[in-house]
């Protein structure tokens, strides 16, 4: 096993090493401060008196109420609890963008609902969205992602509002803000949403937990019932490390998030233009002032993304395509099938995310081992 | 190294190892509907990734779902719509196995492409041979019959010197997952609760067939679906028990009637086959012929169809194989292989024209 420091980490989108401080902020609640914080002795209420405080730290961040926060056990089951809850409460159904991330699209699709076409960027189709809304009257919820995880596009959250307010005046708005945090100050976000998701282990946090915030009217139906934690709205014995680390994560990203932007995005117009300059064929999938700082998608012509995400990782350089299925292969990716992306180019697809430890010579090693990689594949395939 | 998840590939990456190869182990995602016994169940990517690394070895899954159903699944489900028995095994070796995965291999630098088959490949003047396994039970080089020289030349069966039972011993003398595994069982995408008719009375329409005797003519009864009946079947063509055994003896699907009659009436003595693809070069002359996967090869004579007295001929791949005692008529559809006399090395194989 090669240390991490052997690798060329280009792969922030799928998950961030974590920040040192969250690690070291969780670290006593894995060792001596173990309590279970809805026990009622002293040592409970120091565990308890931790998650609260975290609970003020993220409500800040993202500018809610701390009440509104719901603590999870991922990003996937806050998406599952604000589609499939809210629909289970409400009645109706649910409609969302076609580029989500599975664990909405699946809700959506599971209860009967309706996806909404996009634009070539990624971004929903607001035309798409009324038509929806004036043809499905029963859609009591609607989720769009703040922004996508495969290619960064940012969708703008105050027009889809915009066109809930006009044609689903009581329909409540879910976004997942997994992609968002790093990227965007959620304060600017959850003024026009009623749910919000997070995930903390994208922005520095452990694995293992999230977040959903419902505003004091959004009504849902629990994921997980028993023991009544969070209000009765998240059963389940609080992950204290987890929450305490991810407060600090998020708290540490949005301090810093301008600083961090001014830094990445120059090394994110470095990566892409290399690659275009030194591979021919390389097409950065969406526009830069459509996207977030840190993606840098591109779809590069005449080579299958399982063969030089082979050969990135022969020479450890780590990147991605698109979500890959319980077995571990790689499947189509829908998002770019929803975005009318050409086929040849969905083929070539690959997903390189920067984050806050990428340098400069992250991204100078990520432009050389694709360009030479590239070059092998198809001089391979030419002569055979 | 191509890991199923099984025992037979689990064995042959360790015997690679040993012998001193750089290994990286591959699994094939080929179908991506429902399966229970089939190598793409996430259980047995599982396997295969535990396996590889208990041997240390880097693992990865190349979805080939798209080539699959164009090149296997599409194609038996049409074969059996007309009135062919196929053999999608065969067919996914030849272009999945041995087309996309070896291609994929050579545009990412390896020397060579290593299956679990019980097959070897042997070398004699300088031809490359499928040749059979060791253990005459399990023996598969039926299945992999249709590899050319350049492929034959940059391919491993590493446990094909193996009987089963010496697979399953190395296994567990190495404390693999996988050495009580038991072996898979047919289709891979057609599953046990369902078989072969919920799968394909979901993707062709079934048409109902009148039986009659094969003699006289007389109607014996009705079947549900003239696709699943296949020639020298026995059971499930909706005749009483008791009598002398009766056979599926002709199938004609444009009047969509099922002829049944006694074994005499199945043999034959002679077996046309086309698409032949060749292990060197063309041969004729007496070979042994193998008909099934499980099957016990037969002899035969063989000669190119289209052969002139001077030995001429126009077209290599359609065959002629006269018995050299009646055998049963082969199923339209299936694969037939031809070995040499001593019934051991591959010389080519196609598809039974019935």
């Not at chain 1, 946090?205 to 139906?221: C, E, I, S, Y």
């Not at chain 2, 598969?140 to 249709?146: A, L, W």
Request: include cysteine.
């Amino acid at each position: 096993m090669a240390s991490p420091a052997a690798y060329t980490y280009l792969d922030h989108a799928a998950t961030t090493p974590m920040r040192p401080q969250a690690v070291a902020a969780m670290l006593p609640f894995l060792s001596e401060r173990f309590a279970n914080p809805s026990g009622s002795h002293r040592f409970a209420r120091e565990a308890r008196r931790a998650i609260d405080e975290a609970r003020d730290v993220v409500a800040d961040v993202i500018g809610c109420r701390p009440s509104e926060i719901v603590f999870t056990g991922s990003g996937t089951e806050a998406d599952n609890t604000a589609v499939l809850g809210s629909v289970a409460r409400s009645g109706g159904t649910a409609a969302c963008s076609a580029t989500e991330h599975h664990a909405v699209l699946e809700c959506v699709e599971k209860i009967g609902g309706h996806t909404v076409a996009v634009s070539a960027a990624g971004e929903i189709d607001l035309a798409a969205l009324t038509a929806t809304l004036q043809r499905a009257p029963d859609v009591t919820v609607v989720s769009v992602m703040a922004v996508n995880n495969e290619v960064g596009t940012i969708n703008d959250l105050a027009a889809v509002r915009k066109v809930m307010r006009q044609h689903a005046p009581k329909a409540l708005l879910h976004t997942d803000a997994v992609q968002a945090a790093c990227w965007l100050d959620l304060r600017a976000i959850t003024p026009h949403v009623d749910f919000l998701s997070l995930s903390a282990h994208k922005f520095g946090g452990p694995k293992g937990v999230g977040l959903l915030v419902a505003r004091q009217d959004a009504q849902f139906a629990p994921t997980l019932i028993g023991g009544g934690q969070e209000a009765e709205r998240r059963s389940g014995t609080h992950n204290v490390g987890g929450i305490v680390a991810m407060a600090e994560a998020l708290r540490l990203t949005d301090a810093n998030r301008a600083a961090d932007i001014a830094r990445i995005a120059p090394l994110r117009d470095r990566l892409v233009d290399g690659l275009v300059a030194n591979v021919p064929g390389v097409h950065e999938t969406v526009a830069r002032d459509r996207k977030v700082a840190g993606s840098a998608h591109v779809c590069i012509e005449g080579i299958e993304n399982e063969s030089l995400l082979f050969m990135l990782d022969e020479a450890s350089v780590c990147a991605s395509a698109a979500a890959a299925c319980a077995a571990g292969a790689m499947e189509p990716s829908h998002v770019l099938a929803a975005m009318g992306v050409a086929r040849e180019l969905v083929l070539g697809a690959v997903r390189f995310s920067l984050g806050v430890t990428s340098t400069e010579a992250d991204v100078d090693r990520g432009i050389e081992v694709v360009a030479e990689a590239v070059q092998r594949l198809r001089r391979v395939r030419v002569t055979s | 190294m191509a890991l199923s998840g099984g025992v037979d590939s689990s064995v042959a990456a360790a015997e690679l190892l040993r012998d001193g190869h750089e290994v990286v182990g591959i699994t094939m995602r080929l179908w991506g509907g429902e399966s229970d016994t089939g190598c793409c169940s996430i259980a047995d990517v599982d396997d295969a990734r535990r396996v590889a690394q208990q041997l240390d070895i880097d693992h990865l899954v190349f979805n080939f779902t798209d080539d699959f159903n164009k090149h296997v699944v599409d194609p038996y489900v049409q074969a059996h719509r007309d009135g062919l028995t196929p053999n999608p095994c065969i067919e996914c070796n030849r272009h999945l196995k041995f087309d996309r995965l070896s291609e994929r291999a050579d545009l990412l630098g390896f020397d060579a492409v290593a299956t679990g088959h019980h097959a070897r490949v042997v070398q004699r003047d300088g031809v490359w041979f499928v040749a059979r396994g060791e253990d005459p039970a399990k023996d598969q080089s039926y299945v992999v019959h249709m590899l050319p020289q350049r492929e034959l030349a940059r391919t491993l069966f590493p446990i094909g010197h193996m009987t089963k039972a010496q697979v399953r011993e190395k296994a567990t003398a190495l404390g693999l997952r996988t050495a009580a595994k038991p072996d898979s069982q047919d289709v891979c995408f057609i599953t046990d609760g369902g078989g072969r008719t919920a799968f394909l009375g979901s993707r062709i329409p079934f048409r109902p067939a009148r039986v009659i005797d094969a003699v006289d003519g007389g109607a014996l009864g009705e079947v549900d679906a003239l696709e699943m009946v296949t020639l020298g079947q026995r059971r499930g063509i909706g005749l009483p028990g008791g009598g002398p055994k009766r056979y599926v003896v002709g199938i004609d699907h444009a009047s969509a009637t099922v002829a049944v009659g006694d074994e005499s009436l199945l043999l034959c003595d002679s077996l046309a086959v086309r698409n032949v693809v060749w292990a060197h070069q063309p041969v004729a002359g007496p070979v042994a012929v193998q008909c099934s996967a499980h099957g016990a090869a037969q002899p035969g004579d063989l000669a190119r169809d289209g052969d002139d007295s001077n030995g001429n001929h126009s077209n290599d791949n359609e065959v002629v194989i006269t018995w050299s005692s009646p055998q049963r008529r082969v199923a339209p559809g299936q694969s037939v292989v031809f070995y040499d006399r001593s019934n051991t090395y591959v010389l080519g194989g196609g598809i039974a024209v019935g």
